[in-house]
């Protein structure tokens, strides 16, 4: 199957979007090439963009096809350097695209970066951009991955209180995931007039 004709399918089965995540992870880890693919599925998705014709579509679905690339290739990322080139190529195409934009949208944002971290492509790009980006929609759960990916764990200086304690909490929820914690926690932030931030944690049990 071609980029072009799994974009096609991924939207097709936008309504079964909670069991298809799964599915397209298990597929793109059995693929022969999936890098290949992703970088053909964003190619696709900048040619939407530039023919302003069916981008919301496309970019969900690219976004699964991405996310489905870090999760099977999170342990070994190495491609051949053809890919890699194409990779850089269209990345930095994209990047074109979003400084273009007078708003660019959080979830293409969280694409752009993942594409960076999956590629390795970090040096391609000026690091104050990069964290930029991050900070701009810090409240996304995705970001504090990937600001640790990116290697900004210390460098989210300068923006707001609020920010900042926003992505702490993610960077919280993530280690206590990873070091398999077991717990019953809220964590809501409000960004009304108050801004109040209020985490409570349930009968928790750390082992």
Known sequence: MDAPALLRF????????????????????EAVDPARLVVEAVEEFLK???????????????GLVIQALMVSESESREYSRRIAERAVSVVEM??????GESESGAAEV????????????????????LRKLVMQFASRRD???LAASLQFG?????????????FL?????????KKNISMDTQC???LGERNVVSCNRKRGTVK
């Open 154 to 166: 210390d460098k989210i200086i300068g923006s707001s209180f609020l920010c900042q304690l926003t």
């Open 169 to 177: 909490l993610n960077s919280v929820f993530i280690n206590f995931a």
């Open 110 to 129: 969280v694409m752009f970066l993942q594409m960076v971290v999956c590629f390795g492509l970090r040096s391609r790009f000026d690091d104050e951009y």
């Open 10 to 29: 991924v939207v097709s089965k936008r309504k079964e979007s909670a069991s298809l995540r799964a599915e397209i992870a298990a597929a793109m880890a």
């Open 188 to 190: 809501f932030v409000t």
């Open 143 to 145: 970001m504090a991955k």
């Open 48 to 62: 939407s963009k530039v023919a302003k014709s069916g981008v919301t579509d496309k970019r969900w679905a690219c």
């Open 94 to 99: 994209w990047k074109e695209h979003l400084d």
